[in-house]
């Protein structure tokens, strides 16, 4: 249940104790804003509804609205005003293609059906700008050859499959970040890959 605090101006990393998740967990997903992060989902053994909340100005966490389906191998993305949660494997074991939203500003959940996934999909990633977040391919079943990302629009809250992004080929279990033009989708199983997502053209180029 660890936290660790990177401090960017410094690049020195301490740990947190007041910022500990609520249950000790792992393959979870995390969103945030400039204020506010959500860590959500993962194994606890089991597959995990939980979400805590980290309040960025006292470096605390707590336990927030739990997911609408307990999930892990799940992804999180945040907007200014929300962060959105999708994807994942629940606790039957079936790939899910749910999005979650929770509202920073009174931390409440919502299904937004709209917005899931155009599958199931777990061991996936995300990362986004201030318009929109992109989840990577991920799996959608053993040998899945999955390799397109999705884009979902936060203005509509809706998520569609984006052509021209396809990593060409299948990745899965790795991580990703934003910068204010791209997304870096790097690693993963068995991989040292980097990909890079421009969001002017929503064209997906390997990263040497």
Sequence with gaps: SNTDKTTFSSD??????????SAARYRLAGAHNAEIGYFAGGYNPGRSSVVDKLTYSSDTAAASPVLSIARA???GVGSLTHAYFGGGVDSGGTRSSAVDRIDYSNDTRSRIP???LDKGRNDLGAAGNDTAGYFGAGTSGPGSPDTIAQKLTYGTETTALLPGADFGTSIMRYGAASSLSDAYYVGGAS???AYKLTYSDESVSAVP
């Design 114 to 116: 709209g917005a899931d």
């Design 73 to 75: 191998e799940l992804a």
């Design 191 to 193: 991989s040292s890959a």
């Design 12 to 21: 020195t990393t301490a740990r947190i104790p007041g910022a500990n998740l």
